[in-house]
């Protein structure tokens, strides 16, 4: 009887030894076997108190996860929640119990020496595992440094299937480190070093843009994008730490974010629009090449000596700036010509604008169809006419126009890119998708000048085509 009463005490205590344990533990950890996600909850069990969200690789058909609600033990071997932990003839990293024999841990190793196991990596987000919750090395590591035992771990495999929530957790966790969930699901989440996909490209592209070389758009957030955001950073007074949260995001594509200082070899859209200006005032007849070299750099000199002396020629900011409020008005002059001039449209494949009304003249640039032009005055085989904001002559036996312009242009890839230029500077401005149509302002060489939503913006002539429209 004794005896009895005794087990029946031990029991007992060892009851409320687990309970306190759970009590203790602020955690609670949901297991969702149908989209394998794992999410860690603080203090709470609903959306607002996720802080902790990753994709990971559960039990495979063969040797299922086992589910159920569980409270995670103490450590059973010396080795768990530490780096190494061996299973069978390999390793893992970071191994926390859950119950019995499953874990939480990394994806395996071969050895210590070895890198993760390919096939497994490949296989996150799949039910892949011998039974186990196989994590990024990361993910791992979090929960066996910050998720004590007691904590409550629910496996279920009755929810609906979330493609788009999947989609996010396989490109990157969630941790409430870098932001709220909001901003996670929206996609604002804060990129770092190892980041990688979509919105790490269109970041590389954005600083690239800016002048800050990183190297061409990949979707991998390695050193040299590192490297290119904090000096980002630093040129526009934010914290130099490297990171992207929304904040930084924000200001990136801010048509106010400052580009890279211009220097010998500066690559970007802001030494474009620079050379463009130039080109636009008379001082420039190198090739738009958007680098900062020899021949904008003398044209850049030429123009300051003769029209604003006194002035430093460095390519500041500032400079920069007032070449582009000089080449508008230069360019708003331009585009005044004769209320009569009928507006026309190139229909050949392709011509060229002439800088004299000569076959041997040089070419100013090639004019591709659907270009609209301005005729100024008609010279028998020859037409004097404005196209992009610059004059020019052609050969009018070669061409052959119609009297009416586009009025439209029509995106004719599955994404575009929109940008608006201003004060030098070249920013993103949102993007167009196939059959969006905006009314035509304006066209230059390489970029349809568009009207969207009244907004004055540019879009490449790789992505639309011009539309005439009919009569009725």
Request: glycine residues 8%.
């Amino acid at each position: 009887m004794k005896h009895r009463i005794s087990i029946l005490l031990c029991a007992v205590l060892a009851l409320l030894c687990l309970a306190s344990a759970s009590a203790d533990s602020p955690y609670y950890i949901t297991v969702d076997l149908a989209n394998q996600i794992v999410t860690v909850y603080k203090n709470g069990s609903d959306q607002e108190h996720i802080v902790r969200q990753m994709i990971c690789s559960a039990g495979s058909k063969e040797t299922p996860t086992m589910l159920g609600t569980y409270t995670m033990v103490e450590k059973q071997d010396s080795n768990e929640r530490k780096e190494w932990y061996r299973i069978g003839s390999g390793y893992v990293k970071w191994a926390t119990r859950i119950k019995w024999g499953t874990m939480f841990h990394s994806i395996p190793y071969n050895s210590k020496r070895s890198s993760y196991n390919s096939q497994m990596a490949a296989k996150m987000g799949e039910p892949y595992s011998n039974g186990c919750i196989r994590l990024w090395t990361e993910d791992a590591w979090w929960i066996a440094t910050h998720v004590p035992p007691g904590t409550k771990v629910r496996i279920y495999d009755d929810a609906d299937r979330d493609e788009a929530l999947r989609d996010l957790l396989l490109h990157v966790t969630f941790s409430i480190d870098d932001g709220s969930y909001e901003q996670f699901l929206r996609g604002m989440y804060t990129l770092r070093l190892w980041s990688w996909g979509d919105r790490v490209k269109s970041l590389q592209g954005r600083l690239n843009m800016l002048g800050y070389a990183c190297g061409e758009p990949d979707g991998e957030f390695g050193r040299d994008t590192e490297d290119a955001v904090k000096a980002f950073q630093a040129q526009n007074g934010l914290e130099q730490d490297g990171t992207v949260p929304e904040a930084v995001w924000n200001a990136l594509f801010n048509v106010n974010a400052v580009p890279a200082p211009v220097t010998d070899g500066t690559y970007g859209l802001h030494v474009y629009a620079l050379q463009q200006d130039l080109q636009a005032l008379g001082s420039y007849s190198g090739p738009l090449n958007a680098t900062y070299d020899a021949g904008t750099a003398a044209a850049l000199r030429d123009y300051v000596s003769r029209y604003m002396p006194g002035t430093e020629s460095l390519p500041s900011p500032r400079l920069l700036n007032e070449i582009h409020v000089r080449a508008a008005l230069a360019d708003a002059d331009a585009k005044a010509p004769a209320a009569e001039a009928p507006t026309m449209a190139v229909t050949a494949l392709a011509t060229e604008l002439l800088e004299q009304p000569d076959a041997m003249s040089v070419m100013l640039s090639s004019l591709s169809k659907g270009t609209a032009v301005q005729v100024l005055e008609d010279l028998g085989q020859y037409l004097r006419v404005r196209a992009g904001g610059r004059m020019g002559y052609l050969d009018a036996g070669a061409v052959e126009l119609q009297a009416t312009a586009p009025t439209q242009v029509a995106v004719s890839q599955e994404t575009a890119q929109l940008y608006h230029i201003e004060g030098g500077s070249v920013t993103a401005a949102g993007e167009a998708h196939m059959g969006d149509t905006f009314r035509l302002i304006d066209t230059g060489e390489q970029f349809y000048i568009i009207d969207a939503d009244g907004q004055s913006l540019w879009i490449s002539k790789g992505d639309a085509e011009p539309v005439i429209e009919e009569e009725a």
